[in-house]
């Protein structure tokens, strides 16, 4: 335990047997007359260069002797220096104060160099603890400016002409030496930097403030939001359950009609196999007694005796009354035939109720919304930030019309275009859709040229085949429309039509808020003027699409 205790205090006091010079254990450990120890080498090193001055000082305390002093080894310090490399005392030396990787080191030190604990703005340099004690000594020094440990110290350097920067201009809003306010920057707003940098503590102070109120109210925000994923996630969980139990009490239902249906059947099907059993059993009874018959009057009509033939025939030609058979004449048996189209026509029914109700509820479920409404966009640059990537599905493009840049223009042709044959393409109106179902917020812009194009958003599942109101833009529940002519708009949906005014521009901006059900057409040009706003309820995604019907040579591009 003492030997530990030990141990412990030579750590304790290592830092002493270290050369200030080149911080490290003493080589060769010499003591100078003012009883600070240094490497020999270090010492002679430091004095070699102040030779010239012919007066020599202590790197620590700044004493002066003059002659140089002879250097002799202290043979004890170097034996104690020795013994406490023997007990580890150079592992025990605390790394972290010499500087690493993103320190800043002290400008004094030689060889390995100690952290700089403060820089000096007025020296330009950064010192260790043990170099920077000059600065709390000497009157001169304790007017320097000292700040953190800072490496970009340079920075404060005019690079035209080496000179610390101590002035501000607040023309060009830069840091110039006074070479460059004489130069330059003559006759510019200048104040010294002490100023400026006080004039925007003020401002940090304010800003500060604002900015430690926005981070309690963003705070504020993130414990709303929390509370409210929460809530959304029980419901959530609630939700599922509950949809869960309900479809399962549903397949038990059916399962239970089927059940039913199938102990129907059979049960139908036992009872009319018995009665069939019945009546061809007694069909089999008749059929013998006329096989009988038939033989007995077979041999009498062999017999001459008239009057045992006339005897015999009167009683033998009765016949009993026949068994009732249902006509098969009247209509053909179905059997259960029926049963299995009427269990169809119920399997149909319901997947149509089930497809119906599917869209509601898949609209019901994205109108949870944990996050409060945002204001709608003002200016185009707000707009373009939903900005939308948007191409043109050549799969529902009609034959007439031909698609290029990178399937983004559709234009009006003369002559038909070799598409294959596809279930999604228009086949009558010239009329195209995007690949991409929009949801959410987007926005995107359409550039147009000719006398008549229609700019659209519909949903997927419109007609596509035959030219009905069912598949036109603008006609149906399912689309919406802007007629844009040479002159004039015109809005379109469900075959409603609305006159719209608003300057002419070959750019139309469409932006739609999915959630919000807020479909807006805008006229583009140096300025954004609103034509058309929709607020309705959106129930799928929607694709835009164009629709050029009259003049060849019209095109639409996605933008």
């Not at 026509?345 to 945002?374: A, C, F, M, Y």
């Not at 006398?451 to 030219?467: L, M, N």
Request: proline share 4%.
């Amino acid at each position: 335990m003492r030997s530990e205790m030990a141990q412990q205090g030579i750590q304790l006091d290592g830092a002493k047997f270290c050369c200030s010079i080149c911080v490290d254990l003493l080589k060769d450990p010499v003591t100078i007359p003012c009883g600070h120890s240094y490497c020999m080498s270090c010492i002679k090193s430091c004095w070699d260069e102040e030779d010239q001055k012919k007066i020599h000082s202590c790197p620590q305390c700044r004493k002066t002797f003059k002659p140089r002093p002879v250097l002799v080894k202290n043979t004890m310090l170097a034996e104690l220096v020795e013994e406490l490399k023997k007990t580890g005392l150079q592992a025990a030396l605390p790394d972290r104060c010499y500087a690493g990787p993103g320190d800043v080191a002290c400008d004094v030190c030689t060889g390995r160099k100690r952290k700089a604990l403060q820089s000096c703005l007025v020296c330009l340099a950064s010192y260790c603890e043990q170099h920077l004690q000059h600065h709390y000594d000497a009157s001169p020094l304790k007017k320097h400016k000292l700040v953190k440990p800072s490496s970009k110290l340079q920075e404060n350097i005019c690079s035209c002409h080496e000179e610390v920067m101590k002035i501000f201009c607040r023309t060009d809003q830069q840091c110039i030496c006074y070479l460059c306010f004489m130069d330059e920057h003559k006759g510019h707003d200048t104040v010294s930097a002490a100023a400026e940098w006080t004039e925007r503590q003020k401002e940090l102070g304010v800003s500060q403030q604002k900015i430690q109120q926005r981070i309690q109210d963003r705070e504020k925000d993130v414990k709303v939001l929390q509370k409210q994923v929460k809530t959304i996630n029980r419901s959530a969980d609630k939700a599922v359950e509950d949809s869960e139990k309900i479809f399962t009490e549903l397949v038990h239902s059916i399962e239970k009609r089927s059940s039913d249906v199938k102990e129907q059947i059979r049960s139908q099907q036992k009872a009319e196999a018995s009665r069939a059993k019945e009546l061809q059993e007694k069909l089999k009874q008749e059929i013998a007694e006329l096989r009988r018959k038939d033989a007995e009057l077979e041999q009498v009509s062999h017999t001459e005796d008239h009057i045992h033939f006339l005897q015999t025939y009167s009683s033998l030609s009765r016949l009993s009354e026949s068994t009732d058979l249902p006509s098969t004449n009247i209509r053909p048996l179905q059997y259960f035939r029926d049963v299995t189209a009427a269990v169809s026509e119920t399997r149909d029914n319901l997947q149509g109720i089930l497809n119906e109700k599917e869209h509601k509820i898949s609209w019901t479920i994205t109108q949870v919304d944990v996050l409060p409404p945002q204001p709608e966009p003002k200016t185009r640059s707000e707009f373009l930030q939903y900005s939308r990537q948007i191409t043109l599905d050549p799969n529902t493009a009609n034959t007439w019309l031909s698609l290029s840049k990178e399937n983004r223009k559709a234009t009006l042709m003369r002559k038909l275009q070799l598409y294959s044959i596809h279930p999604d393409r228009f086949t009558e109106w010239c009329q195209v859709l995007s690949r991409e179902g929009l949801t959410g917020r987007c926005y995107w812009e359409v550039e147009r040229s000719g006398k008549h194009v229609s700019v659209a958003v519909s949903y997927k599942d419109i007609s596509r085949t035959g030219k009905t109101d069912e598949c036109q833009f603008g006609c149906n529940v399912k689309s919406w429309a802007l007629d844009c002519y040479q002159n004039s708009y015109q809005f379109k949906h469900n075959k409603i039509i609305t006159p719209i005014s608003g300057p002419r521009s070959s750019r139309v901006g469409v932006y739609l808020d999915h959630r919000a059900g807020i479909l807006s057409f805008y006229s583009v040009s140096e300025t954004m003027t609103l034509l058309h706003r929709v607020q309705t309820t959106f129930t799928q995604p929607l694709y835009p699409g164009f629709w050029l019907p009259h003049s060849t040579g019209d095109t639409a591009e996605l933008c």
